[in-house]
Nanobody, 116 residues
């Protein structure tokens, strides 16, 4: 059974930091590209950071320079370090494991709330 379990969300003041984790099980983690998405009510889920199996990272413009994605294949975990948080970063953050065209999996999401 495949599971992606996010943790690390919570309430933080603007300017603060959080580190999200996504622990994967049931997949060959090292061959998957991993991504972090976020969604606010009434809006579509958008990718904000991704990391390939080879470690290449890409970021949405809105988080570039503030967020850092990383992975630890030994722990089957992907991280999202979020610094200089803004109220507009408030959203549900989900991780994704992607091995196109064969499989794609999602976590259940974790809430991040940034107060002004």
């Amino acid at each position: 059974q495949v599971q992606l379990v996010e943790s690390g969300g919570g309430l933080v003041q603007a300017g603060g930091s959080l580190r999200l984790s996504c622990a994967a099980s049931g997949i060959a983690f090292s061959i998957y590209s991993m991504g972090w998405y976020r969604q606010t009510p009434g809006k579509q889920r958008d990718v904000i950071a991704s990391i390939t199996k080879d470690g290449r990272c890409t970021y949405a413009e809105s988080v570039k320079g503030r967020f850092t994605i990383s992975r630890d294949n030994a722990k089957n975990t992907v991280y999202l370090q979020m610094n200089s948080l803004k109220p507009e970063d408030t959203a549900v953050y989900s991780c994704n494991a992607d091995n196109p065209p064969y499989s794609r999996y999602w976590g259940q999401g974790t809430q991040v709330t940034v107060s002004s």
